[in-house]
């Protein structure tokens, strides 16, 4: 079946840029996501690209998507200690109550 | 906009006891809702899709008569979890699907606990 997979942990200093990485194997993927889960809360949206994107550029965060590789990647510049949390890395073939597979999500840790 | 809320946030419950846990989409109408479980340390398993005036879609493995699912308006989504044990201990979110990429906009979850 469908297949995200990501790194599990992260670490950066404070300033730093920080990449996620993220493949999948669902060769229909239409949409892209990248959702952020603070402890303890839900998860939160933070950008997404349809899958004839190569980039998307949303402030701090850079979508790289690689579609022959099937590789997604999340760029986050100038990392502050409030983005500690864990990023999770999804993929959809559709909308309309289509499944969402998610990663297992990437613990980043930013140091001060 | 695009908030979900989920009541309660957390539930302490003796083992045999049934759970209803809400989900609410507060600004927007969700025909589609997601209702997923979370271990610590791991990802998201989708234990079904509700969607509205219809019966809910079931993963493999997630038994439908343990998890009742009810999505009976447009903002109002409840997973009932019938006769919990421990083993059903865990940290339950539900999210709506809004958007034309299908984003889902994802509640605070709640976190069970059974006794």
């Known amino acids: 079946g469908e297949d995200v997979e990501q790194s599990l942990f992260l670490s950066v200093r404070e300033g730093d840029s920080s990449v996620i990485n993220c493949t999948y194997t669902?060769?229909?993927?239409?949409?892209l996501y990248w959702y952020k889960q603070e402890p303890g809360a839900g998860l939160q949206l933070l950008t997404y690209i349809f899958s004839n994107m190569d980039m998307k550029q949303d402030q701090r965060l850079t979508v790289l998507l690689n579609k022959k590789d099937k590789h997604l990647s999340l760029r986050i510049a100038d990392t502050q200690t409030g983005d500690s949390a864990i990023y999770f890395c999804?993929?959809?073939?559709?909308?309309?109550?289509?499944?969402?597979?998610f990663g297992a999500g990437t613990r980043l840790f930013v140091k001060a | 906009g695009a908030v979900v809320s989920q009541h309660p946030s957390w539930v302490i419950c003796k083992s045999g006891t049934s759970v209803k846990i809400e989900c609410r989409s507060l600004?927007?109408?969700?025909?589609?809702m997601f209702w997923y479980r979370q271990f610590p340390k791991q990802s998201l398993m989708l234990m079904a899709t509700?969607?509205?005036?219809?019966?809910?879609?079931?993963e493999q493995g997630v038994e439908k008569d343990k998890f009742l699912i009810n999505h009976a308006s447009l903002t109002l989504s409840t997973l009932t979890v019938t006769s919990a044990h421990p083993e059903d201990s865990s940290f339950y979110i539900c999210?709506?699907?809004?958007?034309?990429?299908?984003?889902?906009?994802f509640g605070p979850g709640t976190r069970l606990t059974v006794l």
């Open positions: 999804a993929e959809s073939s559709g909308t309309g109550g289509f499944k969402t597979i």
């Open positions: 600004d927007f109408q969700a025909t589609t």
């Open positions: 509700s969607n509205e005036g219809s019966k809910a879609t079931y």
């Open positions: 999210s709506a699907e809004l958007g034309l990429a299908g984003e889902q906009f």
């Open positions: 669902d060769s229909s993927s239409t949409y």
